[in-house]
């Protein structure tokens, strides 16, 4: 679009949604995006989506699955942060949809590694002494 010399710059479309989809996921505070409660939350593509990403006229909506550990507070502004230069000055808004205990390598926030789960093992199976009732007869 041709515009005043001087005149802000049309920025509707120079917003690209795998960019800021991977800009929020990069986040060391955040274990990956959210489509939200529907799963709605997505900037439709031709033949694709990107979900947890939705550009607007006014602002870029991020929906994220934040990592246990760190303030809310911190994971939006990380989030916010990386997103920005990619908004063509629009808003940034961010969502953090959930906390997740472990990242998506299988390691806890901070690099610790979950410990391996308990092993259970059931007790040996008993073979029955007593006679089941057939429910035949004495069952009136």
Known sequence: MTGA???PADTAGTVDPDAVAAAATACRTVAGL???PAG???SYLPGRRVVGVRVGDGAVAVHVVGAY????ARIGAEVRAAVAPLSGGRAVDVVVEDLTGAEPDG???GGRQDPAPPRTSLPPKTPRTQARPT???TNR
């Not at 550990?69 to 809310?72: K, W």
């Open 5 to 7: 010399p001087g005149a």
């Open 34 to 36: 959210s489509g939200g």
């Open 40 to 42: 709605t939350v997505a």
């Open 69 to 72: 550990g760190p303030p809310v």
């Open 107 to 109: 390691t806890r926030p």
């Open 135 to 137: 429910g035949r007869g």
